[in-house]
């Protein structure tokens, strides 16, 4: 039986992950489990009394963590099990990448299948040797109980260790031929001038098109995830059959029309949240309706600028709306006052997935009245069934202009009804017990939701966006920095962990597209000593590659590097794609070398399998080009100035590296060498653009600056 305490009854244990700051470290502090979290001292007592290590990986947001957490890890003969028989390890996956990636691929090559919570069974050296994922606390759905699981190994490791050291034997193999991987480019091609033909873009696309669902949208089946990376490669894509098309048709439609089928979808249903804004992590069902209820930081970053693009090619407003509500809820529920942004929401609130989110028809009648309750009841679809185990998600069932017309009334006066139940309903819902939040703030993450910002604050000349994205900028290098180096996680004051690649290059990234947006030359020069950085000590010249973590990283039982985008994208075509954007700043050839020497090789892998290098697709897409540097002087608050530069963000334009400036600032001209050399034209504001640093005549007026970017 497991056993419970209240806020007045002090816990009746205590372990060493009280000395942590995650938050889902933090949730197993109290267990009667003695955990450790991933230290020497773990391993140090395991290869002294002679134990098998059990490591549990999780993350805050996740359901099946906290089921295992209250069945097995809070209770007292199960943690009996635990500690008389191993040394038991929890991880923060999100704190720790390295060590989630390395065991998960362990997993996936044991039962063929992965998930959290993971499982691992270890050597006292790390080697895995059984794994799985969540265990019920006693046999069912055709699973072993944890118990049962525990006596096993247990009896494993005392009576048969030849075969357990047999099988971590064969992991260890595993892994070192998984560290073999090389990349080369192909004979006789310098990485100065190495490139692919755009032929492997155009098959990337045909089939991720021939993976979308032409009914509700989306890429297969259920469980449906948003991939946004993709939908950011197809819309990019877009933009390269429009530039000198003959018509707007030339990609006969089927591109844009399944893009936009699956935002307006996703948008629709009830994996976005029609109150408060945001998205869900994904649907269970096929049509976006149900959704696993975690938000999480990164989808939101990675989704908001999709919506933002399709609406600077569209021009329709709902595109608009949905970027804007998704930024707003991150600044309104997900930003630390300091400027960090926040990691997740959990799915549970009091112990039930999706309570905060659903509705009865009572509820909403008593929370609005009768008549706007059966205006707004009726665009989401509410009912007396629901949708949601006897209660209801809202989504756009039905469109306000019919709701209108059935109830007889004005269709502005239904939208208006609409708006007043989401601003009423956010409010009661604010009453209610809120989902469990894991408020550390990671760099990568906040490197997306940093750009996300950025890009959104140049589009829709928002200043209060611009104004997040500089804040979070001053947040990660002045707080999350330490003796020089970035760290991974911050909470309640403290910065913890050396950073990954994926840190490093997202924050790189995201500076850049701040500089972009603010003009504050500080970020571009951050961005390129965390670029230097990334060269000196995650590249690796040998195998062509960039490993996920420092070559002064602690030694685990293998160096990882993933070649593969997933729910974020991989540290290597994050670096691949900041290089090239530093490359077009600087005209430094080694940036454009090393981005090339990674991408070229990848790129039939790339074509034959888009859905797991959307990133990388996007990045390639940068290298094939034309990649545009454009240099605009003229004074800041100069209406030439500002005619240019709004004729720049008003629309979508990929593949361009933009850097501005005033004609006597001196300092940026130093630290951005697009810069250099550039001034007015007639004591008029003038626009530069150049591909590779050979620049065209310098333009004045705005069309002409588009017409140069399109001929």
Not at 115 to 135: K, R, S
Not at 194 to 220: E, K, S
Not at 640 to 660: E, F, K, N, V
Request: proline share 5%.
């Amino acid at each position: 039986m497991s056993h419970q305490h209240s806020d007045n009854q002090p816990p009746k244990h205590t372990n060493s992950l009280i000395h942590e700051t995650s938050p889902y470290l933090l949730q197993h502090a109290h267990n009667p489990v003695d955990w450790y979290s991933w230290e020497s001292e773990a391993f140090e007592k395991a290869r002294t009394e002679d134990k098998p290590i059990h490591l549990s990986v999780g993350y805050s947001a996740c359901h099946w963590c906290h089921r295992a957490r209250e069945e097995n890890f809070e209770n007292e003969d199960t943690a009996r099990l635990m500690n008389d028989n191993f040394v038991n390890i929890k991880v923060d996956r999100e704190e720790r990448p390295d060590v989630d990636a390395l065991y998960m691929d362990a997993v996936q090559a044991l039962t063929g299948s992965g998930g959290w919570p993971m499982t691992v069974f270890l050597t006292p050296d790390g080697a895995p040797f059984y794994a799985g994922t969540y265990f019920p606390p006693e046999d069912r759905y055709g699973m072993p109980g944890f118990p049962r699981v525990l006596r096993t190994v247990a009896g494993w490791w005392r009576e048969r260790r030849d075969e357990v050291e047999r099988q971590a034997d064969e992991l260890r193999r595993f892994y070192e031929r998984r560290g073999q991987v090389r990349l080369a480019l192909p004979e006789g091609i310098a990485p100065a001038e190495a490139t692919v033909a755009p032929a492997a873009l155009d098959a990337a696309v045909d089939r991720l098109l021939a993976q979308m669902d032409a009914v509700n949208g989306g890429f297969g089946r259920a469980p449906k995830f948003p991939q946004a990376m993709s939908l950011a490669f197809l819309l990019r894509m877009h933009t390269r059959v429009q530039v000198g098309a003959a018509d707007e048709d030339e990609d006969d439609g089927r591109l844009m029309a399944l893009v936009r089928l699956t935002l307006d979808r996703m948008a629709d249903g009830g994996i976005y949240d029609q109150i408060g804004g945001g998205f869900h992590r994904y649907a269970t069902d096929a049509h976006w309706l149900v959704p696993h209820f975690e938000k999480m930081l990164y989808d939101n970053a990675l989704l908001a600028p999709v919506y933002l693009r399709t609406w600077q090619l569209t021009g329709e407003e709902r595109y608009r709306r949905v970027c804007e509500e998704t930024l707003d809820y991150v600044l309104r529920e997900m930003t630390d006052p300091a400027g960090g942004f926040y990691s997740t929401q959990d799915a549970d609130s009091e112990g039930e997935e999706g309570k905060f989110y659903v509705w009865t028809p009572a509820e909403l009648e008593e929370a609005l009245g009768p008549e706007t309750a059966a205006i707004a009841g009726q665009i989401w679809g509410v009912s007396a069934r629901g949708n949601f185990e006897g209660r209801n998600i809202p989504h756009a069932a039905n469109d306000p202009r019919a709701v209108a017309a059935s109830l007889g009334i004005a269709e502005d006066a239904a939208q208006a009804a609409l708006a007043r139940a989401k601003r009423t309903l956010y409010n009661v819902r604010a009453g209610r017990v809120w989902p469990a939040k894991d408020d550390k703030v990671l760099a990568a993450w906040n490197g997306f939701m940093q750009r996300a910002f950025a890009e959104a604050g140049r589009a829709l000349d928002r200043d209060d966006y611009r104004a997040a994205a500089a804040k979070n900028a001053a947040f990660v290098t002045e707080r999350m920095i330490v003796d020089g180096r970035l760290r991974r996680s911050w909470r309640n004051g403290q910065a913890r962990l050396d950073a990954y690649l994926e840190d490093e290059a997202a924050l790189a990234n995201a500076l850049l597209s701040t500089y972009e947006a603010t003009g504050d030359a500080t970020r571009f020069t951050q961005a390129r000593a965390l670029a230097d950085d990334l060269i000196a000590r995650f590249w690796d010249e040998e195998s062509g590659l960039f490993y996920d973590t420092a070559a002064d990283h602690e030694k685990l039982i293998a160096r990882p590097r993933e070649l593969t985008d997933n729910a974020t994208p991989c540290g290597n075509s994050l670096a691949a794609e900041a290089l090239l954007r530093l490359a077009a700043y600087t005209g430094v050839g080694r940036y454009r070398e090393l981005a090339a020497r990674v991408l070229v090789p990848l790129a039939p892998a790339m074509a034959d399998a888009p859905t797991g290098f959307s990133h990388f697709l996007c990045a390639l897409d940068d290298l094939i080009g034309p990649f545009h540097e454009v240099a605009v002087v003229g004074a800041p608050n100069d209406a030439g100035t500002q005619g240019l530069l709004h004729a720049l963000d008003a629309r979508y334009l990929p593949r361009m590296a933009l850097a501005a400036a005033a004609p006597d600032d001196a300092a940026a001209r130093a630290a951005v060498p697009l810069l250099e050399e550039r001034g007015l034209v007639n004591g008029r504001a003038a626009a530069y653009v150049c591909q590779g640093f050979v620049c065209r005549q310098p333009v004045t007026e705005p069309d002409a600056l588009l017409a140069e970017l399109s001929g």
